[in-house]
């Protein structure tokens, strides 16, 4: 069955330090998200994308994240200079149609630790 | 104030025992997911309901979307332990984003 796949599955950094987090979507899906949650808290929407552009974004997602679309498969988060607040999972999901038909598949996520 | 509340917050059965847990909005959702993840792991994508009135199932599992689209019900009957974890709805309210509960944990002893 189809999945969304993340790595890593935790990554330990030093606040200041920049972080990738990768994503490989469903294949045939053309929306793709982050979430991220903070540990004991709710699942909180970051960032949605499609079409190779950001559609809309919450108050989190300031200047220090990003997202991208490298090529036809990977689709990344960057966090360009970590803060202790920054330690969350964070889940990638993609679906193949749009709200409020489409059915919205998670990762298993990516744990960030930021010392 | 809370834009999805879901009760009870957690809830301890015996194997075998139904339940319902229940996600109620404040608002009228375009659509409702419903999504278990373990601790610390991955949200698995459970059901999702559009239409008000609309009822779904998969396995021992049915979700109902209310006919106002204001509150979803989960219900497991015969719960087992692998149902256990901790179950969280998502609201779709036209936008990109899902906004969730805080989620019902589940426990269901052997």
């Known amino acids: 069955e189809p999945e969304v796949t993340q790595t890593p599955s935790h990554q330990v950094t030093q606040m200041g330090q920049e972080v990738i987090l990768r994503c490989v979507p469903i294949?045939?899906?053309?929306?793709f998200y982050w979430y991220r949650q903070i540990l004991g808290q709710k699942v909180e929407f970051l960032v949605s994308f499609y079409n190779n552009e950001i559609s809309e974004k919450s108050e989190i997602f300031d200047d220090q994240f990003s997202v991208e679309r490298p090529d036809g498969s990977n689709f990344t988060l960057k966090i360009r200079s970590t803060k202790l607040e920054d330690s969350a999972m964070y889940f990638c999901a993609s679906s193949r149609d749009r709200y409020p038909t489409g059915e919205l598949f998670f990762g298993e996520g990516s744990r960030l630790t930021v010392l | 104030s809370q834009e999805l509340e879901q009760s009870p917050q957690s809830l301890i059965v015996q194997e075998g025992k139904n339940l319902t847990i229940n996600c109620t909005s404040s608002k009228t959702l375009y659509g409702l997911y419903w999504y278990k993840q373990k601790y610390g792991e991955g949200l698995i994508f459970l059901m999702m309901?559009?239409?008000?009135?609309e009822e779904k199932s998969h396995e021992k599992i049915t979700a109902k979307l209310d006919e106002k689209k204001q509150q979803s019900s989960l219900h497991i009957t015969a719960s087992q332990p692998s149902h256990a974890g901790i179950y969280l709805c998502g609201a779709d309210r036209g936008s990109e984003k899902l906004v969730f509960g805080k989620g019902m944990k589940l426990t269901v002893n052997p």
């Open positions: 309901l559009q239409k008000g009135g």
């Open positions: 294949s045939n899906h053309l929306y």
